[in-house]
């Protein structure tokens, strides 16, 4: 039974589509669990960037995509998906649970009045329908993919949502074509995942979105909609937490964030900016600028205990290279207090000061350098960036075992 969970451990666009790639080579099915069409999960394979919105990155691995029941689906990104997949020579068709509800083109209306009535005090979501495909699901009146199927009863429930919300909800005719087509897949995902963890085979969970986007664990409301935490794999897929041999914690060198919220170690200087443009940290998604800062300790901590992390996947290490002098903000002050833990409230963690220590930086490297720091191995990184490495597992209490040193598959350090 090898049920391998891979979870983000900030606030999203830590990696997690390339460490899904890697990690999904040997295995038989990759699944989306939770989110939407909002996460964009990038591999890069010999230079080519392939973004996927809908469909596990660990898809282009040649592991069979699954798309299960906690998901709100945009089939016409799941569409385009297959064909990005077999440009790379990969012929596939997502198994997609009967359950999972599907966005519709009212959601994404809906999600941007909303963003307009909130003003200036806006989420900045990625417009994709997420949080209002996710309202209705919660107030029962989701349509759910097998629904497409049932013409005679869909009619009803789309007369319910537009009564509801007394707005039409869009040509949905696309989306029942669509579902006609995946016909064949959409399946009772539920016992397919437990039937084949049974089996001893291989299965990745690739989160999306990161722990402190969670709805519940996050920083509410500048969250997304879903849980995008651990608990998460069992409530969508419907596998028990005892199939899950491996939770897998995915990092940035630093953080980052898209869109508004708190973020205690953001930096609105210049360094701030030379970051965003070393680390090209504009949203795959959206193409928005993401904020930058130094790593936080105390909120990587609050990640860890919520999703009893095993092991810690490290990305974007390269971007660091070149500065002289590196901060890790490793515990706050809160009212005077030093607090070592990030606090599970908000109002608390706005008033949160980080406190640094400083480190030596290492020289840049170009990516050819990188590449043969990735051919040799972990003894092959700069001095500074060993230290660097080894601090974050003793101030995290976890091993990191894989360090991404540059985008394309291959430019990685196992310890
Ligand atoms: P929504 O998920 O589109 O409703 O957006 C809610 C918040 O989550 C916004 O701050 C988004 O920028 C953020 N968000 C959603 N998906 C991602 C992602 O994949 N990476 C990073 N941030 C995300």
Redesign the pocket.
């Known amino acids: 039974m090898t049920g391998v969970a891979i979870i983000g451990l900030q606030?999203?666009?830590e990696g997690k589509g390339k460490i899904s790639y890697l990690l999904s080579r040997d295995a038989e099915y990759v699944v989306r669990f939770q989110?939407g069409a909002?996460?964009?999960h990038t591999v890069v394979l010999d230079d080519r960037e392939l973004r996927f919105n809908m469909l596990p990155a660990g898809s282009a691995s040649g592991a069979k995509p699954c798309i299960a029941s906690g998901t709100v689906v945009d089939l016409s990104e799941v569409l385009e998906e297959i064909e990005l997949l077999k440009s790379i020579g990969i012929s596939t068709q997502p198994l997609i649970s009967r359950n999972a509800c599907i966005v519709l083109p009212i959601h994404k209306e809906l999600?941007s009045m909303i963003e307009q009535i909130r003003s200036s005090e806006a989420?900045?979501?990625?417009?994709?329908g997420?949080?209002p495909a996710y309202s209705d699901k919660a107030l029962r009146i989701g349509i759910k993919i097998e629904d497409l199927l049932d013409s005679g009863s869909l009619k009803s429930k789309i007369k319910l949502i537009e009564d509801f919300h007394k707005l039409p909800v869009g040509d949905i005719e696309e989306w029942v074509k669509l579902a006609e087509k995946f016909s064949g897949n959409i399946c009772d995902l539920e016992i397919i995942l437990n039937d084949e963890l049974d089996r001893g085979k291989k299965i990745i969970f690739e989160g999306?979105?990161?722990t402190l986007?969670d709805i519940d664990q996050g920083t509410y409301p500048?969250?997304?909609?879903s849980n995008t935490t651990i608990g998460a794999v069992f409530t969508s897929c419907g596998v028990g937490p005892r199939k899950i041999s491996e939770i897998i914690g995915v990092m940035k060198a630093y953080t980052t964030r898209?869109?508004?919220?708190v973020f205690p170690t953001e930096l609105k200087n210049r360094e701030g900016d030379i970051l965003r443009e070393k680390g090209r940290e504009y949203?795959t998604?959206t193409g928005r600028p993401r904020r930058v800062g130094w790593l936080d300790i105390p909120l990587l901590r609050y990640s860890i205990m919520i999703n009893s992390i095993d092991w810690i996947a490290l990305t974007k290490l390269d971007v660091l290279g070149g500065i002289r002098k590196i901060k890790i903000c490793i515990e706050y002050d809160i009212n005077g207090e030093r607090v070592e833990m990030a606090p599970p409230n908000v109002r608390t963690l706005e008033k949160a000061k980080p406190v640094y220590i400083h480190l030596d930086g290492w020289s840049a490297l170009t990516r050819e350098e990188w590449k043969k720091v990735a051919v040799k191995g972990w003894d092959a990184l700069p001095e500074n960036a060993k230290i660097y490495i080894e601090i974050i597992e003793k101030l995290l209490s976890r091993p990191i075992k894989l360090v991404s040193v540059g985008a394309s598959a291959g430019m990685e350090v196992a310890k």
């Open positions: 606030w999203g666009d989110g909002n996460a964009g999600d989420i900045g979501t990625t417009r994709r997420i949080g999306a979105q990161g986007l500048y969250v997304t909609s898209v869109g508004a919220g949203g998604t």
